[in-house]
C-alpha cells in the first residue's frame, strides 16, 4: 500500500512538472493527477487546492535557498581574517552567495505568476507573504551575523540592509524575465550590485 509521504511527493514532482509546463493559471488539477498517476480523490486528500500545492513547493524552495546562503555566508566568515577590509569581505560574500542562487527562468515566472494569482485569494496571498516575512527575517538575521562577526558596522540598522539587499534581488529577476538575460542580469546584482551597496553602508568597528 502506497504511504501517504510517497503520494505527496509524487504529487510534488507531478505539480512541479505541469506548473512549468502550463502556468499556475493554465495548469488543473486533473493534469497533474494523471502525471502523478493518481485519481483526484487522492490529490484532493492531501491538498485542498493546486494553489496549496504549489505553496508547498514555494515553500520548500524558499527553506532549500535559505539553508543554501546560510551555508555559504558561514564558509566565507570561517576563512575570513579578523580584520578584514568590508569591501573585499562583502565581496567575497557576493560571490558566494549568487553561487546558492537558482536562475531558473521557469521557477522565476512561477514564483511572480504565483504572487500576481494570489492577490485576489486571501489564503495564498497570507500564506505567500508568511514565506516572504521568513525569507527578510533569514537575511536579516545573515546580515546581523556577518556585521557581529566581522566586526563592524553599519550606518543602517540590519533589517533595513537585509531589506536593500532583497530589492536589488527582486528588481534584478524581474528585469531577467522582461529581457530573457537570467543569468547575466542575477548575477551581477548578486555578485557586484549587492557587495558595493553593502560595502558603501559599513565600516569598521572602532577597537
Known amino acids: 500500500m502506497r504511504s501517504r509521504a510517497d503520494t505527496q511527493q509524487r504529487l510534488v514532482a507531478a505539480a512541479r512538472e505541469v506548473f512549468a509546463e502550463d502556468g499556475i493559471r493554465g495548469a488543473s488539477v486533473s493534469a497533474i ?7 483526484r480523490g487522492a490529490f484532493y486528500s492531501n491538498h485542498a487546492s493546486k494553489e496549496e500545492l504549489f505553496l508547498e513547493l514555494y515553500r520548500d ?11 555559504a555566508v558561514a564558509d566565507v566568515l570561517g576563512s575570513a581574517e579578523p580584520a578584514a577590509d568590508p569591501v573585499a569581505l562583502t565581496r567575497r560574500l557576493g560571490h558566494a552567495v549568487a553561487a546558492t542562487f537558482r536562475r531558473d527562468p521557469v521557477w522565476f515566472r512561477l514564483a511572480a505568476e504565483f504572487e500576481v494569482h494570489g492577490l485576489d485569494q486571501p489564503h495564498v ?3 505567500t507573504a508568511h ?3 521568513e525569507v527578510r527575517r533569514a537575511v536579516e538575521e545573515v546580515v546581523a551575523g556577518v556585521l557581529a562577526t566581522a566586526g563592524i558596522t553599519a550606518s543602517l540598522p540590519a533589517p533595513e540592509i537585509a531589506d ?5 534581488y527582486n528588481d534584478a529577476v524581474r528585469r531577467a524575465l522582461l529581457t530573457g538575460d537570467t543569468d547575466g542580469t542575477v548575477r551581477h546584482a548578486v555578485e557586484t550590485v ?3 551597496v553593502v560595502a558603501a553602508l559599513v565600516a569598521p568597528a572602532a577597537r
Do not use: N
Open 33 to 39: 493527477c494523471a502525471r502523478a498517476g493518481f485519481t
Open 61 to 71: 524552495e524558499t527553506e532549500a535557498q535559505i539553508g543554501r546562503l546560510r551555508a
Open 125 to 127: 496571498r497570507e500564506a
Open 131 to 133: 514565506i516572504d516575512g
Open 164 to 168: 536593500a539587499m532583497i530589492g536589488i
Open 194 to 196: 549587492i557587495p558595493h
